[in-house]
């Protein structure tokens, strides 16, 4: 514990050290209460720097569901502010306390409380992880023959929060984002009472098969950002896992095209579980350094083979054919051929962004996995690709790998120079996704920064996910500034393309709620102050203007107040 | 070493917590994390915390002390961790202790070790000569092929992991001889950032292995290893030119040039089981166990993840027919600290315990799951054995573990052992 002098430093609030007694009574043991202020300090600012570092006053690790109660009793009693807080990896500052007081963090309740293969579900607490889930689902798991829709981000990131913000994941263009695979919830709510929703509400926890046909209050706490209730267990969906499953990677030579036209076909062929894209350093692609003796080599070779041949030829060579008369080193061979147009590889420098693409093909039965397979490359064959599988091809398979084989573990192109990384992600129409790339490009490129993208056709590709990572280093203010500008000038172009940010921070949220029908706000807002009539839960995020009964003004990026603009 | 040295690098974690798992593994990385939960007790918690009292954020004191030194500086992070900053890491979090040595927050037992090396050049504060008690004067030489660098946890804790040692290179007829002006290699105050009061230690040691003229520099300890082959050169300059790898995976280069550097500078310092590897096979010799038993193998951290040694033990027990070696599923650059190290036993004695009571429950699953006993958990460093021993003990008296599986011992010992029963 941190001694008194620090303690009164950083007071905003009620807390006072009769509190903080009572919340070691609660948790049983003053271990997993905390006051120091290295930890507060860990809470006060996360990766995206966007945002001077406020202070919590205490953190506490609650074991159960009746322990986040009885915090929440207190909370409540004083109306002192509460954080719910899992790994803070939102990136968007979603778990900063901005008004000082407690910060509920859920390391200790990370159990995987109930597993029915049957009917395909779990029930999890919101400190278990992607890590966890995804060792449950390798061989010797628990959950083996299963699968579930992995985010891109890293493996200690909380499966429970994933779902309730929206998260965009491995099987999105099957299923959409992961609030589709909440099956129920409990949720403390800012009294303290406890409220089962779902299924699970009516057979006494049995079953958490699915929120319909009941009325879908699960709703309440997706997407607001922990400002309604305190998830404690929440009921997921399982997918099977097919037992034949195989992944390519595409280039295409027009990246543009792709986004236009060509991706959008691939899912009419629906013989895609996964399709994901993004546009990242081409230094990835070039991979291997070419040996310049192996490229004029080559270049002899190639003048033996007439044009336009090539990408058959290599087709039916097939991978591992063409690395072992390559010496297993294929780039150079494919670099030159692309340079003399020979092959339908796009052309960029090493500097610039490449447009690639993993896609996963599943069966349950050889026939059906092969008659996919067979689609999709008769449909790949039309069009102007390289299409690889990332399996074979060397160095890249770690890269491919990364990317496709999920949760990541922050590969190399998200390249940490500095620190700092922080995003616009949205969900937008698929018909505006090539413009709004395009605009974004252009403002991160002028603001300094390397245009990675992340894209994925939703559900069927009724929707796009379209987001926009920025790499900076956090030790320069001028890059701290200029990834704040990009932010923000990068949110507009969304919204000007038809489409909504997602897990948004609040400077990002005060931009929607500007545009957005009034009526929608103030609706929320009289939801807010039926289930936190004193406004304590997570304030300053989501509803930035505060609610009726709660006015709040959203302070500045940089501290002060009077908003961002 | 101090913040300012590593200031380049404080920005370069992004927070994204991979380094409490294992890489495509997902099994928990960290002790430290898995014990405490908080933040500030993981890599890139450390990390943070220099780079805010770099910045001034805020100052100092006891309870930062105390997060700092209840890492294993097992360096497990440093390998998940796929960003730039998991090479420098593990001089983050020694500048991290550095700097609380200098603002006068420490670990009492810690400090202790300092007075008793200073005083008796030993962290246990036992007197000088009990090292050699018991030990025939023939191992004394004035001058030999090889040094065997004995080290404070086997000379006095662990005499029969001593004399087995001598047994083994007397069976094997190396030309040896021990020191018995050897001083503790300043493992236990590198380690709990009190570099500088090692110095008089390194030039002790490397002055005594320049006057026996040996060419070859043996230890069975991973710490004492570790400090000879890549601290002196890296800290010191001393002992330079070993053929190692850092944790970087780089060569460490000489650093600088003293006087004992001329005359020592081309000594090779070897652990054993590198030594027995080449020598086992160099005198053809034939090792085979009467009864077939299962052994599994713990890598001490000093020896493989900061040193790069994974695979000669293993080929060493690959040597000794009749000897089935069962990885854990943490093995080599991933495997679970035994918990012991950087002053960790000393300082948070019940937390070691739990660390090793942890890795044993690792071998005990694999039993379960693969339906075998396995007989002998072997480790290379006496104080790894120590640690994970006291651990079967309490998993024996909590009624997990049963008397008849995983006992604890040395490389070395249970070469003796399959010699004993040939
Ligand atoms: C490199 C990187 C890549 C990423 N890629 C993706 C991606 O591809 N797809 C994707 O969807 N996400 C991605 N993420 C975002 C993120 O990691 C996850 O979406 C995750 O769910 C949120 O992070 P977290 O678990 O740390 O939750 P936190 O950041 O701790 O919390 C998130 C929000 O949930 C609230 N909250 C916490 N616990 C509770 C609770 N019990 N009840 C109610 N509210 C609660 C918090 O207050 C906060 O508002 C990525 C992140 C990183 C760092
Ligand atoms: S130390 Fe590395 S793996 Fe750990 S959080 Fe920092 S960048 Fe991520
Ligand atoms: S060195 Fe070991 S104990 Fe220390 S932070 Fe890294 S993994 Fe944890």
């Known amino acids: 514990m941190q001694d008194s002098k620090n303690l009164k430093e950083i007071k905003k609030t009620n807390i006072t050290k009769k509190i903080i007694e009572d919340l070691e009574k609660i948790v049983g043991d003053s271990q997993w209460v905390n006051t120091d202020i290295e930890i507060l300090m860990n809470y006060s600012m996360d990766m995206t720097e966007q945002v001077a570092p406020t202070l919590a006053e205490v953190a506490v690790m609650p074991d159960s569901t009746s322990e986040v109660s009885q915090i929440m009793k207190l909370a409540n009693r004083f109306k002192i502010p509460v954080i719910p807080y899992a790994a803070g990896a939102n990136v968007g ?74 998260g965009l994941g491995s099987l999105g263009v099957k299923y959409g984002c992961a609030n589709n695979f909440i099956t129920g919830l409990e949720v403390v709510l800012a009294s303290g009472e406890i409220v089962q929703i779902g299924q699970n509400a009516i057979n006494k926890g049995k079953y958490w098969i699915s929120r319909e046909p009941l009325p879908d209050l699960v709703g309440i706490f997706v997407a607001t950002q922990g400002t309604m209730g305190i998830v404690t267990k929440i009921g997921l969906h399982l997918i099977r896992q097919p037992k034949y499953t195989i992944n390519y990677a ?91 147009n020979l092959l339908p590889l796009p052309e960029v420098g090493e500097d610039e962004p490449l447009m690639i693409s993993g896609i996963t093909i599943t069966g349950e039965t050889k026939n059906i996995f092969k008659a996919k397979i067979k689609a999709f490359k008769k449909f790949t064959r039309k069009q102007e690709a390289l299409v690889i599988r990332p399996k074979e091809f060397g160095e890249l398979a770690g890269v491919f790998n990364s990317i496709l084989d999920l949760p990541a573990q922050l590969p190399a192109f998200y390249d940490l120079r500095g620190g700092g990384l922080t995003w616009v992600g949205s969900y937008i129409p698929h018909t ?46 001028k890059e701290i500034a200029n990834a704040r500008k990009a932010v923000e000038k990068v949110a507009d172009v969304v919204l000007e393309s038809g489409g909504t940010p997602y897990k948004m921070a609040p400077p990002i949220a005060k931009r929607i709620w500007k545009k957005a029908d009034p009526s929608f706000y103030d609706f929320i807002a009289k939801i807010k102050d039926c289930v936190d009539p004193n406004g304590i839960l997570n304030p300053g995020k989501l509803l930035v203007n505060g609610t009726p009964k709660n006015p709040y003004k959203l302070k500045d990026l940089t501290g002060n107040t009077g908003g961002n603009e | 070493m101090g913040l300012k040295d590593v200031k380049e690098w404080l920005h370069y974690c992004g927070r994204c917590n991979s380094c409490k798992y294992i890489y495509r593994v997902y099994e928990p990385s960290c002790p430290a994390f898995e014990k405490f939960k908080w933040e500030p007790y993981t890599s890139s918690g450390k990390v943070w915390i220099a780079r805010d009292l770099f910045e001034g954020k805020y100052e100092l004191s006891q309870s930062i002390c105390d997060k700092v030194f209840a890492c294993t500086l097992c360096g497990n992070c440093t390998i998940q961790c796929q960003q730039e900053i998991g090479d420098h ?35 246990y504060g036992e007197k000088h000569d009990k090292r050699w008690e018991g030990i025939d004067d023939k191992y004394f030489k004035d001058s030999a092929e090889v040094y065997f660098f004995v080290g404070c946890t086997t000379s006095l804790r662990n005499k029969t992991l001593f004399s087995n040692i001598l047994k083994l290179l007397d069976y094997l007829g190396v030309d040896f001889t021990l020191a018995r002006d050897e001083w503790c290699c300043g493992s236990p105050l590198l380690t709990t ?44 300059g001393l002992l330079t030119n070993q053929n190692h790898f850092n944790a970087n995976k780089e060569i460490v280069e000489k650093t600088k040039d003293t006087e004992n550097e001329k005359d020592t500078k081309n000594i090779r310092v070897l652990h054993i089981s590198q030594y027995l590897n080449e020598i086992i096979d160099k005198k053809n010799i034939k090792i085979k166990h009467p009864k077939e038993i299962n052994v599994t193998y713990h890598d001490p951290c000093h020896l493989g993840r900061h040193v790069g040694v994974f695979e000669e033990p293993r080929e060493v027990l690959k040597k000794l027919k009749g000897v089935h070696l069962i990885e854990m599923p943490r093995n080599r650059d991933n495997a679970w600290c035994c918990g012991a190290g950087a002053g960790v036993k000393s300082g948070f004695k019940d937390w070691a315990l739990e660390i090793s009571e942890d890795r ?25 054995e120590r640690n994970l021993s006291d651990a079967r003990k309490s998993l024996i008296d909590k009624g997990e573990l049963s008397d008849s599986s995983l006992k604890v011992i040395d490389l070395v010992e249970l070469i003796n052992l399959v010699l004993k029963q040939k």
């Open chain 1, 250 to 340: 595409i280039l295409p030579k027009s990246a543009d095209d792709f986004l236009r036209s060509w991706v959008h076909e691939l899912d009419k062929l629906n013989v895609c579980d996964e399709i994901g894209c993004g546009y990242f350093p081409a230094k990835i692609a070039h991979g291997i350094i070419p040996d310049d003796d192996l490229i004029e080599l080559m270049g002899k070779l190639a003048g033996l083979v007439r044009k336009g041949n090539w990408a058959k030829l290599l087709r039916l060579l097939g991978w591992p054919l063409l690395k072992a008369v390559t010496f297993n080193n294929p780039f150079p061979l494919i670099k030159f051929l692309a340079s003399k």
């Open chain 2, 89 to 123: 890491a593990l001089d983050i979090f020694e500048a991290l202790r550095e700097e609380c040595i200098e603002a006068g927050y420490t670990i009492p037992a810690h400090l202790k070790f300092r007075e008793n090396v200073e005083e008796l050049q030993n962290p």
């Open chain 1, 432 to 477: 505006n996704v090539a413009d709004g790339v395009a605009k974004g490009h252009k403002i991160l490129k002028k603001l300094g920064f390397f245009p990675v993208v992340v894209l994925r056709p939703m559900k069927q590709d009724h929707y796009f996910v379209m987001r926009f990572i920025i790499a900076f280093n956090s030790s320069d203010q």
């Open chain 1, 93 to 166: 500052g979603l778990t900063l306390p901005h008004e000082g007081g407690i910060i509920i963090d859920f390391k200790r309740m990370r159990r995987l409380l109930q597993i029915d293969k049957e009917n395909k579900f779990i029930v999890v607490e919101p400190g278990f992880t992607f890590g966890d889930l995804k060792r449950e689902f390798m061989s010797g798991g628990r959950l083996e023959g299963f699968r579930y829709s992995f985010p891109f981000a890293p493996p200690y990131t909380s499966v429970l929060t994933n779902a309730l913000l929206n």
């Open chain 2, 193 to 236: 950032g009190q570099k500088k009061s090692a110095k008089f230690l390194a030039e002790h040691n490397t002055d005594l292995i320049a006057k026996l003229g040996a060419k070859t520099v043996i230890t069975a300890c991973a710490g004492c290893f570790r400090t000879l082959h890549s601290q002196y050169p890296s800290k010191y």
């Open chain 2, 360 to 384: 044993l429950r690792e071998a005990m699953q694999l039993q379960k799951t693969q339906d075998i006993n396995i007989d002998y958990m072997i480790s290379t460093c006496p104080f790894c």
